[in-house]
């Protein structure tokens, strides 16, 4: 059962090959078991990959199984129409376009199987640019907040150098009428006579001008603060909301890159196991000797060429006789006088009618 199914996947004519040695039954069921594992590697192969686009079980088997049986297929028939031949190098050429298409497939099926293996690696890859992205993401989103921070800061540093620069006028006035009612400075004359009463009035508009100042410039500080606050909030926010895209950094595009930077020769070899897994139909096939399988299959084409071109020919000859006939009947026919009088007949007719329809048009238009 096992092995009648394996011939089935070789794509051998079955009427042929049943009448041959069981050898030969063994050669073809071999190639055809070749062909089988390989559309099961693509399976796999191929639903991985797509477990890491789709990340859905179901979807990834499903499309893994169309692409499966699409490899399957296309090796079988490949395999089914590459005919032995009496050189190596006619069948090598026949086979070549399939070869070529193996390297374009071993290539996009083996990147899902690096994906696993590397996966450690990878990880610790995408990890490193998580993080620089993260950090460049910061970076970027700041600058849009940090210039409004610094000019409302710099507000903030202006009003609190306006108190502190009002708050020491205000000390050194106080200073001043102090010394004058001491007497150590000024008049000099102890007590508080017109010109302390001056310098005490000055100070008190001064400090009466800072509370103003500190009311009005605290106000404006604590609106500034308030708006710091706020603008850190949105970073923060903005932050957050940016944050997801860059931890869901690691698709398929993402691994493969990722697995790029790392190096190349455990990657080769992996890429040559798959090369060899999807030309190994073609190699068994071309490595099969010509048996008994072949000659027979050559001998039904033979008989089937050979039945075509006496068809051919057949039909040619009998078209060439059949107008041969038909050349002598109608110029046996074309000297006969009765046809002759009533073809005359028939386009005098014909002739008159042409002429009233003219007649008819040419009367109309004038």
């Excluded at 059962?1 to 073809?28: H, P, R, T, V």
């Excluded at 200073?175 to 008049?187: H, K, L, M, R, S």
């Excluded at 706020?230 to 931890?247: G, N, R, S, W």
């Amino acid at each position: 059962m096992l092995k009648q199914f394996f011939i089935i996947c070789s794509g051998a004519d079955l009427n042929i090959l049943k009448d041959c040695s069981n050898g030969e039954q063994n050669k073809y069921a071999g190639i055809g078991a070749t062909v089988f594992f390989t559309a099961i590697m693509a399976f796999i192969a191929s639903s991985y990959a797509l477990f890491t686009v789709f990340d859905n079980l179901y979807t990834a088997i499903f499309f893994g199984l169309i692409w499966g049986l699409l490899i399957f297929n296309l090796d079988r028939f490949i395999v089914s129409t590459i005919k032995k031949r009496d050189r190596f190098i006619d069948e090598f050429i026949q086979a070549s376009p399939r070869i070529i298409l193996a390297i374009i497939i071993a290539i996009v099926i083996s990147k899902p199987l690096e994906l696993k293996i590397f996966e450690k690696e990878i990880n610790q890859v995408l990890l490193e640019q998580k993080n620089e992205l993260t950090l460049a993401n910061k970076d970027q989103i700041a600058l849009q907040f940090t210039p409004e921070v610094q000019d409302l800061e710099n507000n903030i540093t202006t009003l609190q150098t306006q108190i502190d620069s009002k708050e020491t006028e205000v000390n050194e006035l106080y200073a001043i009428f102090i010394n004058e009612a001491e007497g150590t400075a000024g008049t000099k004359l102890l007590g508080k006579g017109p010109v302390y009463k001056e310098k005490r009035e000055k100070h008190d508009a001064a400090l009466a001008e800072l509370q103003e100042l500190k009311t009005t410039n605290k106000e404006k500080i604590a609106t500034n603060e308030a708006q710091i606050a706020q603008l850190k909030t949105d970073y923060e926010t903005q932050v957050a909301t940016t944050q997801p895209i860059i931890d869901g950094f690691d698709g398929l595009m993402a691994r493969v890159n990722a697995l790029n930077q790392l190096p190349w020769l455990p990657s080769l070899f992996i890429f040559l196991l798959f090369l060899a897994i999807e030309t190994s139909p073609i190699i068994a096939k071309l490595l099969a000797t010509k048996g008994e399988y072949d000659f027979k299959f050559e001998n039904e084409e033979h008989k089937i060429r050979t039945w075509t071109t006496q068809q051919v020919h057949q039909e040619k000859r009998m078209l060439e006789a059949d107008n041969a006939i038909n050349d002598k009947v109608y110029k046996d026919i074309a000297e006969e006088e009765e046809i002759y009088t009533y073809k005359k007949k028939i386009a005098r007719e014909l002739m008159k009618k042409q002429q009233e329809v003219f007649y008819a048009k040419q009367t109309k238009i004038l």
